[in-house]
């Protein structure tokens, strides 16, 4: 199921775009509204868990570990 998120800030972010294609860089600019499906899960850092979500844009790329503070659901 896609899910719209809103993000908070600007942030990059690398995308997959295919598993033998070097990283692309994507800026993600405050406001913005992207379809995504989303893969969640906690990462243990020094600071302690953070949730995290791997996402799955429609146009077939892959961002992966980025913060759930960054966006919000607007569906």
């Known amino acids: 199921m896609y899910h719209t998120l809103e993000f ?3 942030r990059n972010v ?3 775009v295919s598993p033998t294609q070097p990283l692309e860089r994507l800026c993600i600019r405050k406001g913005t509204r992207l ?3 989303l893969k ?3 990462v243990e850092t020094a600071d302690g868990l953070v949730e995290t979500v791997d996402l799955f844009f429609e146009d077939g790329t892959t961002a992966r570990a980025l ?3 960054m966006f919000s659901f607007v569906d």
Do not use: G, I, M, N
């Open 40 to 42: 969640p899960y906690v």
């Open 67 to 69: 913060r759930f503070d």
């Open 14 to 16: 690398d995308l997959e």
């Open 35 to 37: 379809k995504a499906q």
């Open 8 to 10: 908070h800030s600007v």
